[in-house]
C-alpha cells in the first residue's frame, strides 16, 4: 500500500468504498493543484496523456475531451453526450508522462472535467470539502489498478450458473409466459440457465409478494422450472409501496425504518407502485430488516435477485407535483408564449429524479441526521449490501445471484451490475465493449449490458452482432423493454446461428470464469485495453474497439450494420480462430500488424495471444451438464499448462501441442 497516499480533506461521511486503513499524507503530490476552498483539483495533461477509468460512464475507453459526473442517475437515454449513468465509479488513472491513479471518495456528485473546458486540463471537482483523495503511483496502469483494487477490497463471486445465458424481458406476465420462453429455448436446443421476472411478478408491485393470480403456487413454479435447470430471478425495486395491510410497509412505517422529510415525517414520492417509502439504507437495523425480507422469496426456491431503482429514482413526490400543477393552472386562460409553453413542458418533465427531491429525504446514518442529496451515491450500495449480508443469515452455504443497476465504489463487494437500460442501437454493442475494462478497474467483475439493446425495437443482425460480443459479458443476459419487439434468440428466422453463437458461450464458460474468478484473486482485470498490455506499442495504446480478454484471447468483434468484417490490429502474432460453433472451428496464424478479416454474422473470430492456449468443452444446455472432461485446447504453443478454477476448486490442466489434455 506504500504507493498509495491519501488525502483527507474536511470531515467526509464514510462511504465503505475502502477497507482497511491507510494512514494520511499531509501534502499533494507537486503534480497536483487544489483550489476553490479545497473543493477543485487540477492537472495539467500532456497533449498525449489518456485517462481511463469512470467505470460505467459512456464515451471510449481513453476518457479524455469530455466532463462526466459521478452521479447515479435514472436515465434511459445513454447518448455521447450524457454526463453519468446509474453507477458513480470515481476512480480515474491519468496515463502519460506522469501517470497516476486518483480515486475522490465522496459520495454526493463529482465532476470530471477532463480536457471539456480547457482541452488540455484536468479539472477535478467535489460539492463540498468534504472527502478522502487516493494518489495512487505504480509504473504500469495495472500496477495501479491492482493496488487500487486491493484498497477497495475484493469482488463479489457469483454463482457458477450465472455464467450461463440468461433471457429476459418487462415482462414475462405469467407463468405461463415464463414457461413458453423455457419451451422456446429448450425446444430450439438452445441453452440457457435463466429466465427473468421483471416487476409484474409482484402484486400491484408490492416488493416480495408474488401475484396470486399471475402466478399461482409460485413455490411449485419455482420447482418446476429448477427440475428444468431454469433458475427464476425477480426484480427487487427500491421502493416500498404505501399501502394500510401490506407489512413491509405497515413495519417499515411503525419502525421508522423509511427516509423522512425535514420535519422527520416520512418522506412519501410515487414510482411503479404509486406512493412509496423508501427503506433508509444508511441505517444499519433498516437496512438489515429489508435484507431479511429477501427471506420471503429464498423460502420459495428463488436464488437470484436483481435489485432497480435504487439511484433511487422518483418519478415525483406530491409535493413537487402539486407545485407543477399550480405553476400549469396559472396558465390557463392565458395564451401563452412559446417560451412558456416550453417551461410548462420542462415543469413536468423535471418532476423526475429531481435535485429538489433528493434534497428533502433524509437519513438516519445510525443517530446521524443526513441530506439524501449529501449522501445520494451510497443508496442502491447500501440498498444491495443489505441484501448480501442478509443471504449470509438466510443461507449461509448458498451463493446467490445479486446485482444491482445503481453502484458506488465498495459495492463490487457485495454484487455486480448491470448497465441499466441501454438501446437496441449499434452504438451501444460498442459502449457495451467499452465500459467492460473501465468497469474492471472500479471492481465490478460480474457486469454487462442488456443485450439486443434494452429500449427500442432491435433486428436480426443487431442481435446477432450484438450476440457476437455478448457471448463473452460475464452477466449475458438478453432483456427488452414493455412495448419493444420480441428479442428472444429462438424467435429469428436464422436459430441455427444463434443457436450456433449460444453454444459457443457454453463450450467457453469454463474458460471465461476461470478468467473471472483469476482476475477477483489477483487484483486483476479479466477485460484489459491492449494499452494496458502493450504498453511499448504505440498503435496499441489507441485501439478502442478491441479487448485482452483474459490471458489467453483477444476479443474484436463487428458493431456496425451491414459490415462483411472488420479491421483488426494485431499487436503480435497471434492465432486466429474461427467459431462456425463450438465444434465446427478453423485456425489461422497472423502476424502483427493490420488485417482486415472478413467476419460474416455466421462467425465469431477471436484471437489466441502468442504463447497461449485456450480451454473450450462440449457445449451443454445449462450450466449443470458442462462436462470439464471433455475440454481440449485451442493452442498457439508447444502446449502446457492452465489453471483452472471452478465453483469448488482450482486446479492446473496439463496440455499438449495439439491440445490434447495430458494429465
Ligand atoms: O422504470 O422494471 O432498468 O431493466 O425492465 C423502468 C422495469 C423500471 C428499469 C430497469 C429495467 C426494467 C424496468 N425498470
Redesign the pocket.
Known sequence: MDKIKKYTVGKPFPTNAVVGKISECTSLPSYINISGENRVLSYEMGKLDKVYGLGEAVRGINKRGWIYESYCS?D?MHTETKRSL?GAHPFIIIDGETLFGLFVDYPDKVTFDIGYSDIDMLTVTVKTADYDLYIIEGDTPLEIVASFRRLIGKSYITPYWAFGFQQ????YYTSKDVQSIIDGYRSSDMPIDAV?L???YMDSFKDFTVSEERFPDFEEFVRSAKSQHIHLVP?I?AGVKAEDGYTVYTEGRDNGYFCKDKDGNDFYAA??PGKVCFPDFLNTEAAHWFGMKYKILTDMGIDGF?N??NEP?I?YSEKQLDKAIDKIAGYKGKNIGIYDYFGLKDTVLGLSNSAEDYGAMYHNADGEIVCHDKVHNLYGFNMTKSASEAFKEIAPDKNILLFS?ASYIGMHRYSGI?T??NQSWWSHIKLNLQMLPSLNMCGFMYTGA?LSG?GDNSTEELSLRWLALGIFNPLMRN????GTKDQEYFRYKNKDIFRNLLRLRYALIPYLYSEYRKAIENDDMMFKPLAFVYRDDKTAQFVEDQLILGDSIMIAPVYEPNAPGRYVYLPENMLMVRFKSDTEYDCESMTKGHHFIEIPVTDVVIFIRDGQALPIVKAAMHTDDIDLSTMTFITNNNGGEYELVTEEETKTVKYDRTGDICS
Do not use: C, K, N, T
Open positions: 435514472d434511459p446509474y429476459s424481458r418487462w415482462s427473468y421483471d416487476i409484474d426484480i425495486d414510482v411503479w436483481w432497480d431503482m429514482a418519478f443497476r448491470w441499466g437500460d442488456d434494452f432483456h427488452s423493454a414493455l
